[in-house]
C-alpha cells in the first residue's frame, strides 16, 4: 500500500510541475506497452487527480491515438533537465462539453492555453471543435527504459550537407 501511495504522489507532483508529458494512445484491447501510436508530446494541467489536455481542433494540438475509454502510456519529463521522471498509465476520458466537469478543466486548461488568437472566445471554440480529454492514472507506475528510445530518422533524400563549390574558396577571397 505504501508504494502505491508514493507512485501516485510522484505522478501527481511530476505532472503537475511538468508543463509538457509524452502521450503515447494504445488501443483499448492493447493495455499499457501495447503498439499504438508515436508518442506526442502535449502541454497539459494537472485537475483534480488527473491530466488534462484539449486538442484535435484547428490551431490546436493533435491528440492522435487517444479515444474515450482507451488506454495510454504518460511520461512526464523534469521541467529543469528535460529528462524522464516517472512514466504512468492511464484511461482515457473524453469529457463531454458543456458538463460541469468540462466547464472546471476549461477553466484550468484556459489560464495555461499561450498564444491563443481568440482569447476569451477560447472555451466556445474548444465547445464546437476541440476535444478535452482526461488521463487518469491508473495501476502502479511502468519502470524508464533503460535506452535512449530515440526513433530512426526516416529515409530522405534531402539533405543539409554537400561539399562546396570549388569556387567558394577564392570567391570569399576576394571579398576582403
Do not use: F, Y
Not at 501511495?5 to 503515447?24: F, N
Not at 490546436?60 to 479515444?67: K, S, T, V
Not at 529528462?83 to 478543466?105: C, D, M, N, Q, Y
Not at 492514472?137 to 530518422?153: C, E, F, K, N
Amino acid at each position: 500500500m505504501t508504494s502505491e501511495l508514493l507512485d501516485r504522489a510522484l505522478v501527481e507532483e511530476a505532472t503537475k510541475k511538468s508543463g509538457l508529458i509524452w502521450v503515447q494512445g494504445a488501443a483499448p484491447a492493447s493495455g499499457v506497452g501495447g503498439r499504438g501510436t508515436p508518442a506526442h508530446a502535449l502541454w497539459h494541467v494537472w485537475h483534480e487527480g488527473a491530466a488534462c489536455v484539449v486538442g484535435d481542433g484547428p490551431g490546436e494540438q493533435p491528440l492522435p491515438g487517444l479515444i474515450d475509454g482507451g488506454e495510454a502510456v504518460v511520461t512526464v519529463r523534469s521541467k529543469d533537465k528535460g529528462g524522464r521522471i516517472v512514466t504512468w498509465p492511464a484511461k482515457v476520458v473524453e469529457l463531454t462539453p458543456g458538463s460541469p466537469e468540462w466547464e472546471a478543466a476549461v477553466a484550468d486548461l484556459k489560464g495555461k492555453r499561450l498564444n491563443a488568437h481568440d482569447g476569451e472566445e477560447m472555451p466556445q471554440r474548444w465547445r464546437r471543435e476541440c476535444r478535452v480529454l482526461r488521463l487518469e492514472p491508473r495501476g502502479t507506475t511502468v519502470p524508464l527504459p533503460s535506452d535512449s528510445q530515440a526513433a530512426t530518422p526516416v529515409p530522405t533524400p534531402a539533405t543539409t550537407r554537400r561539399p562546396i563549390p570549388a569556387a567558394l574558396p577564392r570567391l570569399l577571397r576576394r571579398k576582403r
